[in-house]
């Protein structure tokens, strides 16, 4: 695997960076603005959702500019909605202002989890396609880390700490922007586009070492698969039943593990159990620690364990974590609800968290998967801004303990599903994925390719 791939890939999945900073950056801001301007539990879930709702526009049209314009240049404007949203939100007057601000960044989010992970997965080979389309996750989480870190070393600036908390994200947003003018276009969105000569160029970058002869042939297969595929780019087709279904489950289960509601309200689900507000600040940094520690673990195993694995595991660990936490808040053991929700973080780093991105990408042919990657995604943030939307009037209604205990039947769910319907990918060359769902195969991945390529 060339270095340049490395390089590539690591560039766009800095997207991953602004999306887990903008993401988690609001946890250490939000009680200061519900008390700045007056909010009410109904408008304090709206501010806080705000970013999620342009995430899930983001989501739904992300497929549009990913295939029309391509993915280099989509890559490259959503580091300047979040540049904006960043200067805008940390320089907001009023709860709308605030709420435009989050919401232009949020549908930098929406966008960046359609196109980061497909290109990613478009340029990888098979055997390392898992590591690298997971260093988009790796990214997310590193950049909660960084956005928990960093609105705890800007809580005691003075009264004004929240907006430096907000416009902190301008800089690694500026810094990510450049870099996309580095980085080539996909050679598959240029093969799709009858644009050989510019695809076999960037192949040869890819891979020095590869003869003319297997550029041409991977050139070939990739526009064989796409006019085998003509005709059956729309998600409505019945041969794309099985991903369509696939993809929107596993966003579903995604959000129902309750993982935004606990980064975006770290520090308050910490203040029930007991904890002071600087101290529930500091233990919000062990999440985002927990987090990129188990990431780090689950992205070393997602090429060898298989997708599949993961998810189970990770499955069983929210189970016990989820049911653990729903018990000390119905028995008032609040000095394990920390340990128990960084077992939950580490739970979903190596399962969901590992494994999601990854998993949409792979599973469509290349005429429908940006849409394919815009439907996970538009589901994922659909559920994500009801769940943080309505999270606060849930602890306001039901007892924690209720709560939590509702998230764990969720994945009580998840895992029967993973048990009975979700096929191995790992190994599989993308080509190869699309024709087993067309036919509903169960494939068991490791399908010793030892290809260039995806």
Request: charged residues 10%; hydrophobic residues 55%.
């Amino acid at each position: 695997m060339n270095a340049r791939i490395i390089l590539w890939s690591v560039t766009s999945a800095l997207a991953g960076f602004l999306f887990g900073f903008d993401t988690v950056v609001i946890s250490g801001a939000e009680q200061t603005i519900q008390s700045l301007w007056n909010l009410s539990p109904a408008m304090h879930g709206i501010v806080m959702g705000s970013a999620l709702y342009g995430t899930v526009l983001g989501a739904l049209v992300g497929a549009w500019p990913t295939d029309r314009w391509g993915r280099k240049p989509t890559l490259f404007w959503i580091g300047v909605l979040y540049f904006v949203s960043a200067v805008w939100s940390g320089l907001a007057t009023d709860a709308w202002s605030f709420i435009v601000a989050r919401f232009i960044g949020g549908v930098g989010v929406g966008i960046s989890t359609v196109v980061a992970p497909l290109y990613i997965a478009e340029i990888s080979p098979p055997g390392a396609r898992g590591r690298l389309a997971g260093m988009f996750q790796f990214n997310i989480v590193f950049g909660i880390l960084m956005a928990f870190l960093s609105n705890w070393l800007l809580r005691d600036v003075g009264d004004n700490a929240w907006r430096w908390m907000m416009g902190s994200e301008a800089f690694p947003a500026l810094v990510y922007t450049l870099a996309c003018l580095t980085i080539p276009e996909s050679p598959r969105w240029l093969l799709d586009r009858g644009r050989v000569d510019e695809a076999k160029a960037v192949l040869r970058s890819a891979a020095p070492g590869a003869t003319a002869a297997e550029i041409d042939r991977f050139a070939a297969q990739v526009r064989a698969a796409d006019v085998a595929a003509a005709g059956h780019g729309s998600l409505l087709d019945p041969q794309l039943r099985r991903p369509v279904l696939l993809a929107f489950l596993i966003a579903f289960f995604n959000q129902l593990s309750g993982i935004n509601a606990v980064l975006y309200f770290a520090p308050r689900i910490f203040e029930m159990a007991g904890l002071g507000e600087k101290s529930a600040l500091l233990q919000s940094i062990g999440i985002g620690i927990t987090n990129l520690v188990a990431t780090f673990v689950g992205l070393w195993l997602i090429d060898r364990l298989g997708r599949r694995t993961l998810l189970a595991i990770g499955s069983v660990g929210y189970i016990a974590s989820l049911g653990l936490t729903a018990w000390a808040f119905f028995t008032g053991h609040m000095a394990i609800v920390p340990a128990c929700i960084f077992a939950f973080i580490a739970a979903h780093a190596v399962g969901q968290g590992a494994v999601i991105w990854v998993f949409i990408s792979e599973i469509f042919p290349d005429h429908a998967r940006a849409a394919g990657q815009a439907l996970g995604s538009a589901t994922h943030w659909v559920f994500a801004a009801l769940l943080t939307t309505f999270f606060p009037q849930m602890v306001a209604s039901f007892a924690p303990g209720w709560v939590f205990l509702f998230f764990t039947g969720m994945m009580a769910l998840q895992l029967v599903w993973v048990w009975l319907s979700v096929p191995e990918t790992k190994g599989v060359p993308l080509e190869e994925m699309q024709a087993r769902l067309a036919r509903h195969d169960r494939p068991s991945g490791d399908a010793n390719n030892s290809g260039r390529w995806a």
